[in-house]
């Protein structure tokens, strides 16, 4: 499996965000995908993961302020932001879950995309 993302690096306060993560070569299909955050000084926390169906969970304090369109049938998934503070600044991970089985999955990693919130 291999996950290509895309986007980040440094955006003014107040600018926007659109990081893409495409999972290819997957001998699985596709569960879950979403993306997760460090922030300096926290644990990776969730922002947002959606499922195949389209069913949106977001982590603490992230409903309203990020999107998370996704491409099923390209396995593609994006996170979109607007306003970005300096709060936002950190590694964004694309994370997604392999379907093993009917009732087993398997989480995978995307190596990080450095987001900076500075002017």
């Known amino acids: 499996v291999q996950l290509q993302a895309s986007g980040g690096g440094l955006v003014q306060p107040g600018g926007s965000l659109r990081l893409s993560c495409a999972a290819t070569n997957s001998p699985y299909r596709i569960d879950n995908m979403g993306w997760y955050r460090q922030t300096p000084g926290k644990t990776r926390e969730l922002v947002a993961d959606i499922t195949t169906y389209g069913h949106v969970n977001y982590g603490g304090g992230m409903k309203g302020r990020f999107d998370i369109p996704r491409d099923n049938a390209n396995n593609t998934v994006w996170l979109v932001a607007d306003a970005l503070s300096p709060e936002d600044s950190g590694i964004y991970y694309c994370?997604?879950?392999?379907?093993?089985?009917?009732?087993?999955?398997?989480?995978?990693w995307g190596k990080g995309t450095l987001v900076t919130v500075s002017s």
């Open positions: 994370k997604v879950d392999l379907k093993l089985s009917w009732s087993h999955t398997r989480p995978y």
